[in-house]
């Protein structure tokens, strides 16, 4: 693969196949936090990205026994590890929130770092919660770098208005256990991506963890008892089902998607409500998702609680003979890139019309077909911007797309995956 472009093929008829997922990166990286808490436990399954080794080799460098052994991950006690210790998360947004508050209750000293674009992610929610929690941590004007020097802590009340995503939340629990008193947390304001945190309290929960909620999901309770270790399946993911379940709607056919679970819990299963309104049909066959295409009408949905499906869902919106309304999308440009100027520029570069008002974007008319061999659209360098254009190019392309590469931060394999989708 050119390491600078990447030849995207299309146009593309009907699609058939049997595709394999990856594990989900929302899971595995809740689990290898919790089963670091637990002092110890083995990660079966696990999503093998960017996103995944970088939180490893982070835990490694703060002092604990970390062995990757294929598609499992053995996590042992932790050593304090002398000296400041430096971790550079890179990309890794979840990363980064879930490791700031772990970096809190555990005694060492240090420096949280990564990419210029992490270093412009907000993380202010999160750590004026832990200042009032009685961390030590100093910070560039709520930005990293962070320098944290870990200890116990008492815990007890705390609120935290989290505004741009719900990882501070869930950063906050998964530490609960650890405090001294427990966690008694009351989320005030907007609550953005809320199912991320039922996600957060089942593999707690798997790990031993005492939690309970209200049905809101804004006050929680989560007892004092620490956690036990452990052994934890990953799930198949829901948002890399996103591309290629679009991509049939889209270019029509069948295909099949197994170990896939409908009733999972995470947020990004709502894809499927999308496009069966659209028309997708679907159905549950011996422990496989069965999807045909395409759909026959206007893609409809609010993202306020599933924001990584947007960029899935517009390239298939802003194809011809689609359409779509979408709301929720005020938090997108909080990502690893801002998704809806990276989606919008794109889709009208291939000829697209939007109109944007507030946090509601409706797509006014599609991109054009065209078969020019050197029509080029960007990344941004942000893996589902990446997979998204591959959606497009099903009726735009062929279509060129610099950092190819990206999409390792959550699903390698992928364009060996889509050419095989598309054989």
Not at 106 to 123: A, C, Y
Not at 167 to 190: H, N, T
Not at 369 to 383: C, G, I, L, N
Request: aromatic share 6%; hydrophobic share 45%.
């Amino acid at each position: 693969m050119d390491p600078e472009f990447y030849r995207i093929p299309g146009p593309h008829g009907p699609l058939s196949g049997r595709l394999r997922l990856p594990a989900s990166k929302s899971l595995s990286n809740r689990a290898l936090i919790a089963a670091a808490s637990a002092g110890g436990g083995r990660i079966s399954g696990i999503l093998d990205c960017r996103d995944t080794r970088v939180l490893a080799a982070a835990l490694k460098e703060m002092g604990w026994e970390v062995e990757w052994e294929g598609p499992d991950v053995e996590i042992g006690p932790r050593r304090r590890a002398e000296g400041i210790r430096r971790l550079d998360l890179e990309d890794s947004g979840t990363g980064v929130r879930l490791l700031t508050a772990l970096a809190c209750v555990s005694e060492g000293e240090f420096i949280l770092d990564g990419s210029s674009r992490l270093r412009e992610r907000p993380m202010q929610p999160l750590l004026e919660a832990l200042s009032t929690l009685g961390s030590d941590l100093e910070s560039s004007g709520g930005l990293l770098p962070l320098h944290v020097r870990g200890r116990k802590l008492r815990g007890g009340v705390a609120s935290i208005e989290p505004r741009s995503s719900s990882q501070f939340v869930s950063a906050l629990l998964m530490i609960a256990p650890l405090l001294e008193d427990g966690l008694r947390l009351s989320v005030e304001g907007e609550l953005p991506s809320a199912p991320y945190l039922l996600l957060t309290r089942e593999v707690m929960k798997a790990f031993g963890a005492e939690i309970g909620h209200s049905g809101d999901l804004r006050r929680w309770d989560v007892a004092a008892q620490g956690y036990r270790r452990r052994e934890y399946r990953v799930e198949a993911d829901w948002s890399a089902a996103a591309f290629p379940l679009a991509a049939v709607a889209l270019a029509g056919g069948e295909i099949l998607i197994p170990a896939l679970d409908p009733l999972s819990l995470q947020g990004d299963r709502r894809i499927l409500d999308f496009l069966c309104a659209a028309g997708l049909r679907v159905r549950a066959v011996d422990g496989e998702i069965q999807v045909a295409g395409p759909v026959g009408a206007p893609i409809r949905a609010d993202l306020l609680s599933c924001p990584d499906l947007f960029p899935a869902l517009a390239a298939l919106a802003a194809a011809p003979g689609v359409g779509g309304e979408f709301e929720g999308l005020e938090h997108l440009r909080h990502k690893e890139s801002d998704r809806l100027a990276a989606m919008t520029k794109n889709l009208e570069a291939l000829g697209a019309v939007f109109e944007l008002k507030d946090d509601r974007l409706s797509i006014l008319g599609s991109f054009d077909q065209k078969s020019e061999a050197r029509r080029r659209v960007r990344s941004y360098q942000d893996h589902r911007i990446a997979m998204a254009m591959a959606v497009a190019a099903l009726r735009a392309g062929p279509l060129e797309i610099d950092h190819p590469d990206c999409v390792a931060k959550s699903f390698p394999g992928f364009w060996e995956m889509w050419e095989a989708l598309l054989a």
